[in-house]
């Protein structure tokens, strides 16, 4: 598959040698073996290529990229923590909600806090008024802040 | 006095933390220093590497300033030079490969159009030949598979080895073998005009 005399091949074109600062015996034997030529021609003009692309490459300086880099850091920081909390509020929510739940099921319903309440004359819908906000301030919280 | 100005050297706090790290076998993300250098020995080679792959210089300088802040953000504080420059280079690779994808998936691959004109280039004894192969070089490019570039790329413009190659692409070194042969020969028959 491959020619034992590649690598001479390869260290010739890598140097700039390839092919006016070659012996005639090199020459020769790329002109007569397929996997060499095929070297010869890929590799002369891709180092060629390199070269120039190299030589015309205009990056940016190495202070702005690090100075970029660590501006994305810390939004990026920012951002996980913003998701943290986003998510953190979600979960209170859930709980929240779940617990009334389960309050509401256990106790049937609102009647016993019309008993606790009684001494008060509070009404129901009083009550589930004034409840309302605690259980829907979280989920207020979390949609005001996740924006992302 | 060697041995006073060693005990009252200052030792700062990244010191001690960058001690604790490699105490602990962890690593710690790049120092400015150390980036800005290893950036100014790369940075070129891998944007040409980019332009090379993509066809488009204008998002080989997007994906540069990329690659080098995910590559930043891979904490490779410890790693050997030849593992950190694998590790860019794949990940430059990795960037291209989803653009790639996202641009197969919105509309056809164009020719590359990132080379100067020909013409534009400077007129001295060669230069004509020169500007012809690297016509042809970027019309064969475009034919061949972005593996195919990748891998030509890396294996006779930088001279990376098969082990190189192998773990910037993610292949094993003996599939680096046999594709580059294959690739390198389709090449060859493309910049000869011809199919074998």
Known sequence: ???????????????????????????????????????????????????????????????????????????????????????????????????????????????????????????????????????????VVYFAVSKD | MNVLSYVMRETTIPDLERQAAAEAGASLPMDEETFRAFYDRTARQVWAYLSKITGDTHLADDLLQEAYYRFYRARTEYADESHRRNSLYRIATNLARDNGRRKRRGRDVELPDDDADPKDLPIDAGTADRAAHRTDLKRALAQLRPAQREMLWLAYAQGSSHEEIAEVLGLTRGSVKALLFRARRKLADLLRGGVR
């Open chain 1, 1 to 139: 598959m491959n020619c034992e005399r590649e690598a001479e091949v390869w260290r010739a074109i890598e140097a700039r040698h390839w092919p006016e600062r070659c012996d005639e015996e090199l020459r020769a034997h790329v002109a007569s073996c397929e996997s060499c030529a095929d070297l010869a021609e890929v590799a002369s003009v891709m180092v060629d290529e390199n070269d120039e692309t190299v030589r015309a490459a205009h990056v940016p300086a190495s202070g702005m990229v690090w100075w970029r880099a660590q501006m994305r850091l810390r939004q990026d920081a920012a951002r996980t923590v913003r998701r943290t909390i986003s998510i953190v509020q979600a979960a209170a929510v859930f709980i929240a909600l779940a617990g009334a739940s389960i309050v509401l099921k256990v106790y049937g319903g609102f009647t016993w806090m019309s008993s606790v309440f009684s001494d008060v004359h509070f009404s129901l819908p009083l009550i589930v008024v004034l409840a309302a906000p605690l259980l829907l301030a979280p989920a």
